[in-house]
């Protein structure tokens, strides 16, 4: 019983929806919806019947959101742009849906975004962005602009609770074709910071050190690695 609970727990680890490094699974397919997700992964599916053309998704890095939006990209046939003065994103807009990757880090011209919104609400087309924050964060200063992005659908997805973030990294091993220990999972979990990021960046540092060293992932080796994260002692 408890070999199949845990053969479960694993594969729905291996189907998280993680924008990751290592050849992880991005199909729809591969979408176990986590309570975090849920919403986004449900507007997702709705396409092309959103009831506003223009869709936000936030949250933290390594959330899933750039997972979601190339599931949606490959779904609506959507052109990726940047919107920059003269890169004519707004012509992108007017043939059909467009897609802009973290809107709020990649920076943009004020008066690109506004008319590449302005094509897509009189073509009929859709406009997915994804950012870290909130549209109402962002230093916009077009009042036209910030008018347009307040009536856009946004969707926040949080940061996983412990029993995704275990997840997450089961996943962030499998993605490497290591398999690893429920109980250091578990350690790992009970000692590292809350966040998608902090997870990949943990796996990463195991797997080099394992790798540098020819040994396999031991909690010892966690605990070094969670120190040299945070520069607490991580034993127990």
Same mark, same amino acid.
């Given at each position: /019983?408890t070999?199949?609970? =845990?053969?479960?727990?694993r594969?729905?680890?291996?189907? $998280?929806? $993680?924008?990751?490094?290592?050849?992880?699974?991005?199909?729809?397919? %591969? #979408?176990?919806?986590?309570?975090?997700l *849920?919403a986004?992964?449900?507007?997702? %599916? &709705?396409w092309?019947?959103?009831r506003a053309?223009?869709?936000?998704l936030?949250?933290?890095?390594?959330?899933g959101? *750039?997972?979601?939006?190339?599931?949606?990209?490959?779904?609506?046939?959507a052109?990726?742009?940047?919107?920059? @003065?003269?890169? @004519?994103a707004?012509?992108?807009? &007017?043939?059909?849906?467009?897609? +802009?990757? %973290? @809107?709020?880090?990649?920076? +943009?011209d004020?008066?690109?975004?506004?008319?590449?919104?302005?094509s897509?609400?009189?073509?009929?087309?859709?406009?997915? /962005?994804?950012?870290?924050?909130?549209?109402?964060?962002?230093?916009?200063? $077009?009042?036209d602009?910030r *008018?347009?992005?307040?009536?856009?659908t946004?969707i926040?997805?949080g940061?996983? %609770?412990e029993d995704?973030?275990?997840?997450?990294?089961?996943?962030?091993f499998?993605?490497?074709?290591?398999h690893? =220990? =429920?109980?250091?999972? @578990?350690?790992?979990?009970?000692?590292?910071e809350? *966040? /998608?990021e902090?997870?990949?960046?943990?796996?990463?540092?195991?797997?080099?050190?394992? #790798? &540098?060293r020819?040994?396999?992932?031991?909690?010892?080796l &966690?605990?070094?690695?969670?120190?040299s994260?945070?520069?607490?002692?991580?034993g127990d």
């Amino acid at each position: /019983m408890t070999e199949t609970l =845990d053969r479960q727990k694993r594969q729905r680890a291996e189907q $998280l929806p $993680l924008a990751l490094t290592h050849d992880a699974a991005t199909g729809r397919d %591969d #979408l176990l919806v986590a309570p975090q997700l *849920s919403a986004a992964v449900a507007m997702i %599916d &709705a396409w092309p019947a959103w009831r506003a053309p223009v869709v936000i998704l936030t949250g933290p890095a390594g959330c899933g959101k *750039s997972h979601l939006a190339h599931i949606w990209q490959d779904k609506a046939g959507a052109t990726p742009i940047h919107p920059l @003065a003269g890169a @004519a994103a707004a012509t992108a807009a &007017a043939a059909g849906p467009v897609l +802009f990757e %973290d @809107a709020d880090r990649a920076g +943009f011209d004020e008066n690109a975004l506004f008319h590449v919104i302005n094509s897509v609400r009189e073509n009929g087309h859709t406009f997915l /962005m994804t950012a870290r924050l909130w549209p109402m964060s962002w230093p916009v200063t $077009l009042p036209d602009l910030r *008018s347009r992005l307040k009536a856009a659908t946004v969707i926040e997805i949080g940061e996983p %609770d412990e029993d995704l973030l275990g997840q997450v990294i089961i996943k962030l091993f499998a993605d490497r074709q290591l398999h690893i =220990d =429920d109980r250091i999972v @578990a350690y790992i979990v009970a000692r590292m910071e809350r *966040s /998608m990021e902090a997870a990949q960046g943990v796996v990463e540092q195991l797997d080099r050190l394992a #790798l &540098a060293r020819g040994t396999r992932i031991t909690r010892a080796l &966690a605990a070094e690695v969670l120190q040299s994260f945070s520069g607490e002692t991580g034993g127990d």
